[in-house]
């Protein structure tokens, strides 16, 4: 156990005093350098890794293995996971555009969590990347519209980020007249969007974690829907967003409605052709 504790203070999240940097513990590196101590851990090890490579020193494979393990296996697991990658490897269809996106979701965040380790510069490069990936995402559409492309700053805070966006996930629902309809709507059900904004915005302002009680209990009621494969179940059970696991869940939906506002055009045409 001892030799666990040692492992994980050189590691992992550390409340050591001596295993943060100056860098963290400066006025600007609290709010910069949140939740980056083990990535920044990480990058540690590699460094004293490639060092005792340069300086020949210890054994060579255990110190190639570091580089390994900290730099790529451990990054790509802590990523794939996040991202449900795994559920890739479900399913005898052909890989589709949305799950694309989450491999490419995957490797973008492996950069990331490296850059960030390595301290305010990796920071800096880290957010004029993903600033430079969504204005040429942007630029590819047929009517690309820039305005909200500075949010990506925000990546330099964040709580920061989370604060704000979850403020304006919270106004979502209350943006357009046909959503304020549908919140009137619905009422007092579990599905008005309502609840869920009003989590956010506690969150946001308490950081009681309401939104993700509400996200567990979407959660528990999709994976008990009797369309939900077993597997899909399990993984909304043990806390993936069903966005995650079912992305073409609204895809289908619209395909329907269009099928069905197309037969019904069809019907109403054929009629009206009959008539004359």
């Known amino acids: ?15 050591d005093p001596s295993k943060i940097s100056q860098q963290q513990s400066s006025d600007l590196g609290r709010v910069v350098l949140q939740f980056a101590n083990t990535p920044m851990q990480y990058a540690r090890i590699q ?3 490639v060092q005792d490579i340069v300086n020949k020193r210890g054994d060579l494979k255990t110190n190639i293995s570091k580089i390994a393990y900290y730099g790529f296996l451990q990054n ?9 990658v795994t559920s890739l490897g479900f399913g005898d269809d052909e890989m589709t555009e949305s799950e ?3 491999l490419y979701k ?20 880290q957010v ?9 995402d942007r630029s590819k559409r047929k009517r690309p519209e820039y305005s909200d492309s500075y949010k990506k700053l925000l990546d330099f805070s964040p709580s920061v980020k989370s604060k704000l966006g979850k403020f304006q996930s919270a106004a979502y629902p209350f ?5 304020r309809e549908e919140v009137f709507q619905k009422g007092f059900n579990l599905d008005n969007p309502a609840y869920e904004s009003m989590a956010k915005v506690i969150t946001g302002t308490t950081n009681l974690p309401l939104d993700r009680v509400y996200t567990k209990i979407n ?34 939906s619209t395909k329907s409605n269009l099928k069905s506002g197309l037969k019904s055009g069809l019907k109403s045409g054929l009629k009206s052709s009959i008539k004359k």
């Open 1 to 15: 156990m001892k030799e666990f504790r040692q492992v994980s203070e050189t590691s992992q999240q550390s409340s």
């Open 47 to 49: 460094k004293r890794a």
């Open 76 to 84: 790509m697991l802590f990523n794939g996971l996040q991202q449900a």
């Open 100 to 102: 694309e996106k989450k």
């Open 106 to 125: 995957a490797a973008n965040g492996m950069l990331d969590s490296s850059l960030r380790g390595l301290g305010m510069a990796g920071v800096t490069v």
């Open 128 to 136: 004029l990347k993903n600033l430079g990936i969504d204005v040429y």
């Open 175 to 179: 943006d357009s007249k046909k959503r």
């Open 219 to 252: 959660n528990l009621s999709s994976a008990m829907d009797q369309e939900t494969e077993a597997w899909q179940s399990i993984a909304m059970v043990l806390g993936w967003p069903e966005w995650q696991i079912k992305p073409d869940k609204k895809t289908k």
